[in-house]
């Protein structure tokens, strides 16, 4: 089945403590996306990447890290959480030359909570 | 800016009646136009795109949308809602096809049984 996955589901922390969330999928995309869903802003481009080792930043990328070392695979890494990352991320991917040539399909999403 | 308008935070409708959701954009060039739409507790579903051809693009279960390129608008309609369609609907622009992608910030639709 076509998906793009996403680990943990939900994950509570505490300021400071590095966490990497995890996003996979297996429909070989070359395009990858991370989004922020904040009540009320609606959705929030952090990065994304257009190939493996090719990545850019979103409209908020302060306080993220992202790396595409696998075409499957993009991982969200959190060096140092702060509370105003809590939120609910997803992830995205689309074939070819992204979301404004091709559908992006969403993964079910992770809820962060920083303490 | 770029941005994305989202007229409607919360929209309440009864079964049956006719929906109509607005969305404007802030880009004059050429612009990738989509409806998402995310049901309780799921990811975000494509509902329909707007590429170029046609302005009056249909979507899944019902929808569809218009392009208007003189008004920056790309408003979604159904003529007639279902309680299943409770969710909350988000607009997004690709500008000048770019790799970026900008979302409105949603709008929450409940349809009451």
């Known amino acids: 089945e076509a998906q793009v996955t996403q680990n943990p589901r939900y994950l509570i922390t505490v300021t400071g403590k590095k966490l990497t969330v995890t996003c996979s999928q297996n429909m070989n995309h070359e395009y990858m996306s991370w989004y922020r869903q904040d009540p009320g802003l609606g959705l929030r481009q952090i990065y994304y990447s257009m190939n493996v080792e090719v990545t850019d930043k979103g409209d908020v990328p302060e306080g993220y890290k992202v790396s595409r070392k696998e075409k499957r695979n993009f991982p969200l890494i959190l060096e140092s959480p702060s509370p105003n990352q809590t939120s609910l991320y997803f992830c995205?991917?689309?074939?070819?030359?992204?979301?404004?040539?091709?559908?992006?399909?969403f993964g079910p999403g992770t809820r962060l909570t920083v303490l | 800016a770029q941005s994305v308008s989202q007229h409607n935070h919360h929209v309440i409708l009864s079964e049956a009646a006719s929906l109509e959701l607005g969305c404007n954009y802030s880009y004059g060039g050429t612009v990738n136009l989509f409806w998402y739409v995310q049901y309780p507790g799921q990811h975000l579903q494509l509902l329909l795109k707007y590429f170029s051809g046609d302005p009056l693009v249909k979507g899944i279960k019902g929808f569809e949308a218009e392009f208007i390129k003189s008004k920056f608008s790309f408003n979604l309609r159904k003529p007639s809602v279902q309680w299943s369609d409770t969710a909350e609907y988000f607009c997004a622009v690709t500008p000048n096809r770019d790799d970026k992608i900008i979302f409105g910030k949603g709008t929450r639709l409940h349809i009451l049984p």
């Open positions: 995205a991917s689309s074939a070819g030359g992204g979301p404004s040539t091709d559908t992006q399909y």
